[in-house]
């Protein structure tokens, strides 16, 4: 059977088409009939009183705030051109969202040998269609914008230069985990925002838009993450704390669920790759041996859980508590670690490669690849006072 025609990237609609004619009709409709619970009631988060903007104007009659609205100048007034480009991400994800969802997804998730056409370099896993395409929508919405100058991607070689006058500088993996997709375990896009170093614009493009996106993730200005599972949610940080957004799916809008989010100091959850163990070097070993035990400084047997999806396992550590880790060599600085280890710190927790913090590393390459520890303060310490976790040894694993 043949595969459907698949609309051109710039056309496709989130929703179907006969639908978008009415889509005012039905948000308007939406915000008046249907039930929503008060924010104070979403997932027992008290959402005015954590957020510390209570009763503010950026929230709607409904006590509701959006993204937008949240980030606006009602809100914790993140700059109009932050508030664009920050439109113009959710937009896209809104569109990954729905791709990922689709009944033709399964065709397009295969491997087809597009890879090497789309700049996939050697070093890297061949990107599968999914990976393009949703490269290309989120390409699609920066260029729209007008704010961005350079996106950094893992599925380009090499930065792409979009304008001249854009403010900021995007890294992003835009669809994280799609190796899984043919099974509908969840899958997420990461981004990393930053200012674009003037100082450089003197230079030839190709030259500042790498050194522009191999800025330290000290620097970053926000960053964030959307996971695609049984709810779309958008968990960004602007430097003042982690905020998790849910799309509500009756009317397009990211609904802010949990405000000011905080990684419990301490899981019992472990997220790891477990059939490396005997690649993995002594200190971690130990680690784990010793706290799935339960002989650990905390004294209860740890748990394991590992979706082999970064976005999905740091997303349930977040909420949950404990350490998301690849030791290996395998994740990317730029566009993975950063953002993350951004978002992590802001929810209280920690990100790091086993020896140093993420965000004191400086890039020197776009695709660089390390080890990555992502979890709770004391679940974080206790690992690290092992020593030596990274692991080395890195054999070419076939899944
Ligand atoms: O094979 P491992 O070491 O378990 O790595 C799995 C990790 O790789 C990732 O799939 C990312 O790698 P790719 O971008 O190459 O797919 C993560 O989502 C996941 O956490």
């Keep these: 059977m043949q595969s459907p025609a698949i609309t051109p990237l710039h056309q496709a609609p989130i929703f179907p088409s006969k639908l978008q004619n009415f889509l005012p009709k039905i948000r308007a409709f939406a915000r008046t009939n249907i039930y929503r619970p ?5 997932a027992g ?3 005015k009183s954590q957020v510390g903007l209570s009763g503010s104007s950026f929230e709607d009659d409904d006590g509701f705030s959006t993204l937008v609205e949240y980030v606006g100048k009602k809100g ?3 700059g109009d051109d932050l508030v664009v480009l920050l439109d113009h991400i ?10 990922v969802a689709s009944p033709f997804n399964s065709s397009l998730g295969k491997q087809t040998g597009l890879g090497a056409a789309a700049g996939g370099g050697s070093d890297r896993d061949s990107p599968k269609p999914l990976d393009v395409v949703s490269n290309e929508i989120i390409l699609s919405s920066l260029r729209n914008s007008g704010k961005v100058s350079v996106m950094a991607s893992e599925e380009s070689d090499a930065p792409i230069w979009i304008t001249d ?3 900021y500088v995007v890294v992003t993996d835009p669809l994280d985990g799609s190796r899984n997709i043919d099974a509908s375990i969840p899958t997420g896009t990461i981004f990393g925002i930053y200012n674009r170093l003037v100082e450089l614009d003197h230079l030839p493009r190709e030259e500042k838009a790498m050194l522009n996106s191999l800025q330290s993730g000290s620097k970053l200005v926000a960053a964030g993450y959307v996971l695609y599972s049984s709810a779309t949610i958008l968990c960004t940080t602007f430097g003042s704390g982690t905020q998790a ?4 799916r009756s009317t397009g809008d990211f609904i802010l669920t949990h405000p000011s989010v905080k990684i419990p100091t301490r899981g019992q959850i472990y997220s790891v790759n477990d059939a490396r163990y005997f690649d993995w ?3 971690l070993r130990q680690y784990i041996d010793t706290v799935r035990q339960g002989k650990g400084r905390y004294p209860k047997k740890y748990s394991a859980r590992y979706i082999c999806s970064l976005v999905a396992d740091l997303h349930r550590t977040l909420m949950y508590g404990g350490i998301a880790m690849n030791p290996r060599d395998h994740l990317r600085l730029v566009y993975e670690a950063n953002p993350l280890s951004f978002l ?3 929810a209280g927790g920690r990100g790091s490669d086993g020896k140093h913090r993420i965000l004191s590393l400086q890039p020197v390459k776009l695709h660089q690849r390390l080890p990555l520890f992502l979890g709770s303060l004391e679940d974080m310490e206790e690992l690290e006072s092992y020593g030596n976790v990274q692991q080395k040894v890195n054999p070419g694993y076939e899944v």
Excluded: H, W
């Design 245 to 248: 957004f849910t799309l509500d």
């Design 165 to 167: 006058d854009g403010r």
């Design 281 to 283: 070097p002594q200190g």
């Design 90 to 99: 959710q937009y896209a994800c809104k569109r990954i969202a729905s791709l």
């Design 344 to 346: 992590v710190e802001q």
């Design 45 to 47: 988060f008290g959402v």
């Design 76 to 78: 914790i007034n993140v």
């Design 38 to 42: 008060r924010m104070t009631s979403i």
